[in-house]
């Protein structure tokens, strides 16, 4: 098993550029998550899904939009970057909202200049 | 929204030293979890405690849940060099749909 697996590792966007982050799971979880994590802070949720077929706004939600393509796939969204958006995120999964556990992606290290 | 205050936000330790790091809140929670995150990886879950009071061990490892709710503690005895990483903790509440807040981690270097 894979686990919690994130494309690409690493990328550089100018200001106003698009891209989508994705996230895959392998391990049958309902529950998905995106989060971004900036020097010195802990993770903040940007969006989640309970279940496939839902998603809700996090904390952060502004500038980001997701789709949970099908049970395995969570995709992150940046429409038009900023430098503000410059992270890393974390796509994370659990077997459902309430599990106590989340497994994490390896991270995407995007950088907006 | 809520928050949870991580200290110390950093450490440099020999190998060999005990380290603790704690976790406060102004919010009670129901259950208390701490992450480790190694270098360019997403955290892991190193300990889960259910219950005020609760003290849970994990190898060299040791976490406990406060009596108040609003607090935990973890403490590594020992220290090596893998030790190195980000320590999260984390608090979930039941009233929050089972979604976790996250402190900002403390940073633990370990000198050999």
């Known amino acids: 098993n894979a686990g919690v697996t994130q494309t690409p590792k690493f990328q550089v966007l100018k200001t106003g550029q698009s891209m989508t982050l994705q996230c895959a799971q392998d391990m049958n979880h309902n529950s998905m998550y995106w989060y971004r994590q900036d020097p010195g802070m802990g993770l903040r949720l940007i969006y989640y899904s309970a279940s496939e077929g839902t998603t809700d706004k996090g904390e952060v939600p502004n500038g980001y939009n997701v789709s949970r393509l099908n049970k395995r796939e969570f995709s992150l969204r940046l429409e038009s970057a900023a430098p503000s958006q410059t992270s890393v995120y974390f796509c994370a999964s659990s077997v459902y909202m309430s599990s106590i556990e989340q497994f994490f992606g390896p991270g995407t290290r995007l950088t907006v200049l | 929204g809520q928050q949870l205050n991580q200290s110390p936000q950093s450490m440099f330790i020999q190998e060999g030293e005990d380290v603790s790091m704690n976790c406060t809140s102004s919010?009670?929670?129901?259950?208390w979890l701490w992450y480790k995150q190694d270098p360019g990886e997403g955290p892991v879950l190193l300990i889960a405690?259910?219950?005020?009071?609760e003290l849970t061990s994990n190898g060299r490892l040791t976490a406990q849940f406060g009596i108040t709710r609003k607090d935990s503690f973890l403490n590594i005895s020992a220290s090596i060099p893998s030790d190195v990483g980000i320590y999260f903790c984390?608090?979930?509440?039941?009233?929050?749909?089972?979604?976790?807040?996250f402190g900002d981690g403390t940073t633990l270097t370990v000198k050999p």
């Open positions: 984390a608090g979930q509440q039941s009233t929050n749909a089972g979604k976790s807040t």
């Open positions: 405690l259910y219950k005020a009071g």
């Open positions: 919010s009670i929670f129901n259950t």
